[in-house]
């Protein structure tokens, strides 16, 4: 059950890298919304060490 979990935390944390990378390639590339993903991303890598660290 953990495993599925530490799987889906890190797809999601994939999905966000991509969405930041993809806004870094915009040609105006939105300041918030990249602070916002990558807060979001730190979340998340912290949510997988959390389960992790239980299992």
Do not use: W
Not at 14 to 24: M, S
């Amino acid at each position: 059950m953990e495993q599925k979990s530490i799987d889906a935390l890190r797809s999601e944390h994939r999905r966000i890298d991509d969405a930041i990378q993809h806004e870094y390639a915009n040609h105006d590339p939105d300041d918030a919304r990249i602070a916002e993903l990558k807060r979001l991303k730190l979340r998340i890598k912290d949510q997988i060490v959390s389960v992790a660290g239980s299992a």
